[in-house]
C-alpha cells in the first residue's frame, strides 16, 4: 500500500509511506508529473532489502503526480547445520514467498553416528507455514512443503550415537601445543583410543603422554561408563 500524507498543496512536502505486501520489498518506485510525465525527484532511493515499512518525500508540483510502485519477491535462505565432516549438496538453498517446497537432504553417512532428521527453526515474526507447521522432520525426508512462508530458514541435522561411542569434552592445559586452552570434544571407539574429531571449527586435542588435560565426561542416556 502507498500513503499520501497531506495537504498536497502546490510546493509543500509530501510524504509517501510504503508498505510492501507480505514477502516482496519495493524493486522501483517513480513519482511522474501528470501534465508533462516529468520525473519529480524525491528522497532516499535506497530500498529495503527486507520489504520493511519506508518514506519518501517529494516537492508537490502545481499539477497532480502520478505515483509507481513495483516490488519482486524476497530471497530467503535455506541454511544446513552439519559437521563439517558432512556434506550438504543438491539442495534448496534459497526460496521466496510463492516457493512452495524445499528439496533437503534425506540421509547422511557419518562414522558413529546414525542420522535422526532435522528441526527447523526460523526468526520471529516470519509468516506461512513450513512442513505443515511441525518443527521437526524425519529421516528419509527429501521435501518439505512450504505456504507462503518467509523468513530464513534453518535446519540442523540430529544425531544418535552408535553404541560404541562416547564423548569427552577436553580442557587442554598445554598451551606449547596448542594455541590457547579452548574447549574441544574429541570422541574414542572401543579398542581404538582417542581419535581426534574435525567436524566442526572446535578444537580438537589427541591425547599423548606429556599433554596434561583436565576432563569432563559427558555421558549419552541411555550409557554408562565401564572403564
Known amino acids: 500500500?502507498?500513503?499520501?500524507?497531506?495537504?498536497?498543496?502546490?510546493?509543500?512536502?509530501?510524504?509517501?509511506?510504503?508498505?510492501?505486501p507480505t514477502g516482496k520489498k519495493i524493486a522501483s518506485l517513480t513519482v511522474t508529473n501528470v501534465t508533462d510525465s516529468s520525473s519529480v525527484s524525491y528522497t532516499s532511493t535506497t530500498f529495503n532489502t527486507d520489504g520493511s515499512q519506508q518514506t519518501f518525500t517529494y516537492t508537490q508540483p502545481a499539477s497532480g503526480v502520478t505515483v509507481e510502485v513495483n516490488y519482486v519477491n524476497i530471497d530467503?535462505?535455506?541454511?544446513?547445520?552439519?559437521?563439517?565432516?558432512?556434506?550438504?549438496?543438491?539442495?534448496?538453498?534459497?526460496?521466496?514467498?510463492?516457493?512452495?517446497?524445499?528439496?533437503?537432504?534425506?540421509?547422511?553417512?557419518?562414522?558413529?553416528?546414525?542420522?535422526?532428521?532435522?528441526?527447523?527453526?526460523?526468526?520471529e515474526g516470519s509468516s506461512g507455514t513450513v512442513n505443515g507447521g511441525s518443527n521437526?522432520?524425519?529421516?528419509?525426508?527429501?521435501?518439505?512443503?512450504?505456504?507462503?512462508?518467509?523468513?530464513?530458514?534453518?535446519?540442523?541435522?540430529?544425531?544418535?550415537?552408535?553404541?560404541?561411542?562416547?564423548?569427552?569434552?577436553?580442557?587442554?592445559?598445554?598451551?606449547?601445543?596448542?594455541?590457547?586452552?579452548?574447549?574441544?570434544?574429541a570422541t574414542f571407539t572401543n579398542g581404538n583410543g582417542i581419535t581426534k574429531e574435525t567436524e566442526d571449527s572446535a578444537a580438537r586435542y589427541y591425547i599423548t603422554g606429556d599433554n596434561a588435560a583436565n576432563f569432563t565426561v559427558a555421558v549419552k542416556p541411555g550409557y554408562a561408563i565401564t572403564s
Open 1 to 20: 500500500t502507498v500513503a499520501v500524507s497531506s495537504p498536497t498543496t502546490t510546493g509543500t512536502k509530501v510524504t509517501l509511506t510504503v508498505t510492501p
Open 76 to 123: 530467503y535462505t535455506v541454511s544446513y547445520v552439519v559437521p563439517a565432516s558432512v556434506t550438504v549438496s543438491g539442495t534448496s538453498t534459497s526460496y521466496n514467498i510463492d516457493s512452495t517446497s524445499l528439496t533437503i537432504p534425506g540421509a547422511f553417512t557419518r562414522t558413529g553416528f546414525t542420522f535422526d532428521g532435522w528441526t527447523i527453526s526460523r526468526p
Open 136 to 185: 521437526t522432520v524425519a529421516a528419509g525426508t527429501t521435501s518439505i512443503a512450504l505456504n507462503k512462508a518467509t523468513g530464513n530458514i534453518t535446519l540442523t541435522a540430529k544425531w544418535t550415537a552408535t553404541s560404541n561411542q562416547m564423548w569427552v569434552d577436553i580442557k587442554d592445559k598445554n598451551l606449547t601445543a596448542n594455541s590457547s586452552g579452548a574447549l574441544g570434544t
